[in-house]
């Protein structure tokens, strides 16, 4: 399969990442199918759409004339069966693996036999995942930031099995996207998570063990040319998420340096989750 064979593509999960990467591909001009299991979160996923495209519109970024068009592109569902209409196919799962790997699996029974399926995972061996369809040639990780309209990265990872077609395309398709793609090789977390996550564990601790306060390590980070707080960040991202990467890359690599700060998972155990539950290291 060649980019130029690709009309259609299945996001699989309308969350933040599931819809962020169904807006990237419906504004390049791709017929998206969003498919999720829970009719509210297909909701919220095209509400998201619709905003972000106005917030994109009113920055210029977006001719108005081009929204109804690209929202028209977005079609969400809840069936299954509309995966075969497809002719590439994104995983946006959360980030756990027997989860992903159900959802790939279903997947990989109803898609052609040419279709690329790759995953959005930020974490979790790409060749283990591909070990768990029939395509191991033709699956990938193709590892979008957070947001993904506004994020220029897209990490892609290489399994042991996939090809140089599958690894070209998906390249192409980045460029396509507008996107950024850098070349990584399969390792718990990758390159983005393995460097960014032990700072925000770290930044953890410290305020755990009463270094300073989630304000104060933010602003000395902020200090060193930083975007935003590692604190900041991890309740951007979710701290469940940030507690499953470490985990992924404790157990992947067997280094005690991944182990998850006991607040994060004080504060995951708590519901405290950051800005989706309205309180992490901040309130919102």
Known sequence: MTIETIK??????????????AHVFAKSGFRVILRDV????????????????????????????????IL???????????????????????????????????????IGPGVILATNTSSISITELAAQTGRADRFIGMHFMNPVPMMALVEVIRGLATSDETFQTVLSLCERLGKNAVSVNDSPGFVSNRVLLPMINEAAFAVMEGVA?????????????????????????????????LDVMYKGLGDPKYRACPLLRRYVAAGWLGRKTGRGFYKY
């Open 38 to 69: 829970d009719k509210a979160a297909l909701a919220r996923g095209v509400e998201t759409i619709s905003k972000n495209l106005d917030r994109e519109i009113k920055k210029g970024k977006v001719p108005g004339a081009d929204r109804a068009a």
């Open 213 to 245: 306060t989630p304000e104060a390590v933010d602003a000395v980070m902020k200090g060193m040319a930083q975007p935003m707080g590692p604190l900041e960040l991890a309740d951007f991202v979710g701290l469940d998420v940030c507690v499953d990467i």
């Open 8 to 21: 259609t593509v299945a996001v699989l999960g309308a969350g933040t990442m599931g819809n962020g990467i």
């Open 72 to 110: 028209a592109r977005v079609e969400p569902t809840t069936e299954s069966v509309a995966l075969m209409g497809a002719d590439f196919v994104v995983e946006a799962a959360p980030e756990k693996r027997d989860l992903k790997v159900a959802i790939l699996k279903d997947a990989d029974k109803l």
